[in-house]
Nanobody
Framework: VQLQASGGGRVQTGGSLRLSCADS????????????VGWFRQAPGMEREFVAA????????LYADSVKGRFTVSRDNDKNTADLQMNNLKPEDTAVYFC????????????????WGRGTLVTVSS
């Protein structure tokens, strides 16, 4: 299993980006659709922080207060992908964004997640 977050880039304040998470290794015995997907971010010199999460079926979502109303997490279990739509981006959203997976319920703590992917850099300029 090797998750890969993609879709990062540089935008101006108020702009939008859509990140996607998938298993880049295309593991035969793994299906992202069986797991909770969490999105996290880490800015330089800062700890990794929770952004959003979605249950394996997509019926439950959780957001950090800082992104609520601006970011939307979704998933397509037929494609084994999960997306993070980010609107009205702010300079403080600048960070490397990671996706991660876990079994069971959705949690905010990075320590609860079992496997992680490579991040993608989001830069928001003022």
């Amino acid at each position: 299993v090797q998750l890969q977050a993609s879709g990062g880039g540089r935008v101006q304040t108020g702009g939008s980006l859509r990140l996607s998470c998938a298993d880049s290794a295309l593991s035969e015995d793994f299906a992202l659709s069986d797991y909770v997907v969490g999105w996290f971010r880490q800015a330089p010199g800062m700890e990794r922080e929770f952004v959003a999460a979605i249950s394996w079926g997509g019926s439950a979502t959780l957001y950090a207060d800082s992104v609520k109303g601006r970011f939307t997490v979704s998933r397509d279990n037929d494609k084994n992908t999960a997306d993070l739509q980010m609107n009205n981006l702010k300079p403080e959203d600048t960070a490397v964004y990671f996706c991660a997976g876990k079994s069971g319920g959705i949690y905010r703590s990075p320590g609860e997640y079992e496997f992680w992917g490579r991040g993608t850099l989001v830069t928001v300029s003022s």
